[in-house]
């Protein structure tokens, strides 16, 4: 079946500090891959995504790069800001069953 | 545009009560989907529908009851609440064209004591 396993949190970074979060997936087929964040008393957003390897998916300085070869989609940003605080979830859609799986969430908090 | 509307925010339910979430979206999304929320587990699905008048379970459903009668509403039915139950409950919806694209309501957050 299909999974993603992240990094877990929480992770505390000084702002304008780089951001990395690890994912990593198993899926059958060509999954498209997401990246979701939840900020405080929210819902998920999505962030980025990206549908086919080599990809990369980019919005409001974060990036990350779909690696098949990896079984990758790690999210980074070079410089965080207290604002970016919150939990972020990977996830992959493989089509079958119009289904998300998702990630456990990276908790990430941001400090001046 | 509303997008996806949940109701009630919060709730407190005891044990063996039934309660109904609501979850209404004018996206004109034919998918929608319930999930819930435990503390480090990520989301689970519970049901999802791709279009009014077809319903499917997913990871979790038990303990749990949906219908889709309009494309707007896709309410989820708790029965004879739990402990276990307690979690935050989110809607999603998505489009035909863009499956893979789900847009989440704000949540309700539910304690079955």
């Known amino acids: 079946g299909n999974s993603v396993t992240q990094m877990e949190g929480p992770v505390t970074l000084s702002e304008e500090a780089f951001l990395t979060i690890n994912c990593t997936y198993t899926?059958?087929?060509?999954?498209?891959l997401f990246w979701y964040v939840q900020y405080p008393g929210e819902g998920l957003q999505l962030l980025l995504k990206?549908?086919?390897?080599?990809d990369k998916g980019s919005n409001k300085g974060f990036e990350a790069t779909y690696r098949k070869e990896t079984t990758s989609f790690h999210l980074e940003k070079g410089s965080v800001q207290v604002s970016d605080s919150a939990v972020y979830f990977c996830?992959?859609?493989?089509?079958?069953?119009?289904?998300?799986?998702f990630g456990t969430g990276t908790q990430l908090k941001v400090e001046l | 545009n509303a997008g996806v509307t949940q109701t009630p925010k919060f709730r407190i339910l005891k044990i063996g009560q039934s309660m109904t979430l609501q979850c209404a979206q004018d996206?004109?999304?034919?998918?929608m989907y319930w999930y819930r929320q435990d503390p480090g587990m990520g989301l689970k699905l519970i049901y999802y529908?791709?279009?009014?008048?077809?319903?499917d379970k997913g990871e979790v459903p038990n303990g749990y009851n949906v219908s889709r009668s309009t494309t707007e509403d896709f309410p989820l039915r708790l029965e004879l609440a739990a402990p276990s139950q307690t979690s935050v409950y989110f809607c999603?919806?998505?489009?035909?064209?863009?499956?893979?694209?789900?847009?989440f309501g704000p949540g309700t957050r539910l304690t079955v004591l």
């Open positions: 990206a549908t086919k390897a080599d």
């Open positions: 529908s791709v279009g009014a008048g077809i319903t």
């Open positions: 996830a992959l859609f493989t089509g079958g069953g119009n289904k998300l799986t």
């Open positions: 999603a919806t998505s489009g035909s064209g863009s499956r893979n694209e789900q847009f």
């Open positions: 996206m004109n999304h034919n998918y």
């Open positions: 899926a059958t087929g060509y999954p498209s």
